[in-house]
Structure formats: C-alpha cells, structure tokens
C-alpha cells in the first residue's frame, strides 16, 4: 500500500496559465495564429469588411453560395459546403454532416459589428471656417476615449443608380486621419468638474476633416465645399449621397502586438471579431463532421441583435430551411426538431482581471489573462435579468469535450453581483430550445477604442472551437 501522502486525491480545479504547457512548437503556433489575426483585424474593421473576408477565404477552401446551389437546382451531400450572405452583413457557414439535420447542428455563433461612431445622413458642415462631420455612437462606448486619438473612416456610399462605393480613408501610411478634438487643461475648469460619463456629450464628437477653402471667394461654406469637391474627384459622390451611405469612424492604425514579451494583441474591434476569427479558422479545420457544422457571424449585437442584419431577424433559420431543402431533408418539423436538438456556442468576448481595477470583479470568478478560453454559464445584469444561464449537463458535456482535448478553460462572470453584466446572442437561439453557453477570450479595455486580448486565450479559444466541432 502507498503511504498517506501518495493516496492524497487533489479535489480542486486549478486554473493554469496556458504558457505553462506550451512547448516551443505550441509557441510559434500561437504566435501564427495571432499574426494571421493582426492581419485580418487591421484591414476589417466594419461588419461589411469581416464578411467579405470571410467569403473570400471560404470560397478558395470549397465553400459555394446556397443561392447558386439553389439557381442550378443541385443538391446537397456529406462534406459539401455552403454559405449564406445576408446583405453583405452577416454570414452563415454549413459544414454538411453525414447525419440527417433533424439530429440537430453544432453551431459556433459570434458577431463582427463592434462599438464605434457612425456619420449622420446630414454629416458635413462648415463653422469658423473648419469643415466638421457630425457622428452619432454605436454601441455602448466611453465618449471621452474618441477624442485626440487619430480615426479613420470605413463604410460604403449607395448612390442613386444603385452602385456602391468603398471608402477607406486614413489607413494606408499616406493617407491622412482625422480626429476629435477635445479641450485644453488650461480652459477646462467646467469640463473637469462634470461627471465622466458627461464630460464628451454625444452632440460634441465632431469630426475635423479639414481647413482650406477653395479659391472662388465667391463660392458659399469654401472650406466645405472643398472637402465635397476632394470626394466627389476620388469617389465620384456628392453631398446627398451621405444620405444613402454607411460610413462607421474608426480608430486609425494597424492591430499590433502588446508588452515587451508580445504575448498580447492590441485592435480595434476584438469584441467579438477575436471570437468570430477563431471561429472562423475552427470551421475551416474541419473537412468532415457526423453533424452538420455551422458558424454563424451576425451584425448588430452591440445594439441589441436587432434589424434584418441581428440575431433576432429570421436570417439564420430561412438559411437553415434551404440548406435542409437542398439536402432532401426539409419539413417545417424537421426544421423545429433541428433548431431543439442543436448545440451552440455563443462566442463572444469577456472581462480579464484587470489589478488596476479590482474593486469590481470578484477574484475567484473572474477570467484571467493567458487562463484560456472562457465559459460564462450565465450572463445577464444583477438578478440575472436578461441572461441565458445554460444547463449543468451541457456544461459538464463542455468540460469533458475541452479534458478530452487538452483545452485550456476557465469560468467567469462579468464582474461583482451588483456592478453590472452583460448579454450576446445566446438567449435569441435558446429560444429554440436548443443548449448554448457563453464562451469566448477575456479582454482588457472592452468597447474602448483599443482593446487587449492574449495570445495564448485567442490560440486556446480556437482550439476549444475546434473541440466542439469534432465533438458535441
């Protein structure tokens, strides 16, 4: 018999940092991985722009547009891929697995929109001889953090014959970014004595695009019209076009690496574009699956999931109807019994442990930097209002899927009890009946405009994302 110590079972979870296992090679994977990422975060930084990525990528590894399956009347089968494209806004991936759909999906859900300012349909004007452009914030965001910082624009102008134009202007190294100004320390006696949350009011971010006025001394606003003038030369628009336009305001410059070891990753836009990215790269993995694998990439979360391009549109389940259709497979029972026996991941983003800031979070469910991939068994706000909280026995199959797997995981919440919380899309496809659990890569800085993630968290997150695909 062994001795007293050596029987000893260690009856505790430990939560690891994931540096701890790596091997060299590990490393210099999760170094690729966030390299890959950088380059994606720094070109897509609007929902339009993921999509598009997106399909470019899933074209060139098989995936074929559900309308041109349906235009040319094929059908489905095992290992076949298909996508489908909501108004260039949100995105459906289908895997097809060798078992009927009825049997339910494994879906792997997140959203590409992230906080920002949008230009208002009447954005340009002039004042004090200074060409200004009114903006109107999206998402829950700390006003005071957009002023002084260099942003650029993104988006598309819809003219009146219906062809689209892309704008991106201010990051190529020989553009020019604009900005929003903010006061001086010597003149803010007033401004400093507001509450934070009211020192930047909404109505005075303002963006300055300009100061020289044309040379036709008898031309009204010359400096506005200067500007009118530079865009209609470069994008062939006109003022009235802004009224048909989606131009989002964003910060300028790359996605880099961050502390001196480089061991994290600062962007724009990781909320939830890190969750949607290693999704992304999760599902491409994946060549075949008994189940049929979905990732799914909607717009609209940080305003509630609403509109024809949210979670709460009928996107998803009509994309799913025809995929069921074209795989012989369709009956609106069929469909319902699909949607009830799916299993979901709700990949979006949480709060790390931040030691300047400890005062609302609660160490021992917090989520911590390098501790991997993060499960939320419920979200919501104090009594959980507006949460989903998933069930013990899918979260006890997540355990084992991600032990099996060698996955490094934690749990969390977001924040003391009564600090606050937070919600995704899970609760929309619970709705269904189906089992989902929040999960995703805890951040620094979340809706700032730049935030902070680990590199070792967006490499575990990925291979958790690949886990469950194989697996649930």
Known sequence: MGTEKENKKDFTKKYETAWDKYSKEDVEKVFALSDRYKNFMSTC????????????????????????????????????????????????????????????????????????????????????????????YYGGVKKYQWVTIPLSIHGVVVKKDGSLVNVVIGEDENDP????????????????????????????????????PVEDKEQKERVKYNILRMLNE?????????????LEVVPAGKARDYGFDRSMVMAYGHDDRVCSYTSFEAIMAMEKADK???????????????????????????????????????????LRRCLANSKMLSSDVSAAFDPN???????????????????????????????????????????AIMGKHGVTWQTAELGKVDQGGGGTIAYILAEYGMEVIDCGVALHNMHAPWEVASKADIYEAMRGYYAFLMEA
């Open 45 to 136: 930084k609007t929902e339009r722009e993921c999509v598009d990525e997106f399909i470019k990528l899933a074209e060139k590894a098989g995936y074929v547009d559900i309308n041109k399956i349906i235009k040319e009347g094929k059908s489905l089968k095992a290992g076949d891929k298909v996508y489908a494209n909501n108004k260039g806004k949100t995105l459906a991936m289908f895997l097809i697995g060798s078992e009927p759909m009825e049997k339910g999906l494994k879906i792997l859900g997140a959203h590409v929109d992230s906080p920002r300012l949008d230009l208002k349909q009447n954005p340009l004007y002039e004042d004090s001889e200074l060409a200004m452009m009114e903006t109107h």
């Open 234 to 246: 470069k994008y062939g628009i006109e003022e009235e076009d802004f009224v048909s336009a989606e």
């Open 177 to 212: 970014v604009i900005g929003i100004s903010d006061l001086l320390i010597h003149l803010s006696a007033d401004q400093m004595s507001k509450k934070l949350s009211n020192g930047i009011e909404g109505e005075d971010l303002n963006i300055l695009v300009g100061s020289i």
């Open 292 to 334: 049929t694998c979905v990732a799914l990439f909607v717009d609209k979360e940080e305003v509630g999931s609403i509109g024809a391009t949210g979670m709460s549109s009928r996107f998803f389940e009509n994309a799913l109807a025809e995929v069921m259709d074209r795989a012989g497979d369709y009956s609106e029972l069929k």
């Open 357 to 399: 800031y400890p005062s609302v979070m609660e160490k021992k469910n917090s989520a911590y930097f390098g501790k991997g991939i993060v499960f939320n068994k419920y979200t919501g706000a104090r009594g959980k209002s507006g949460c989903n909280d998933a069930n013990p026995e899918y979260i006890a199959e997540i355990r």
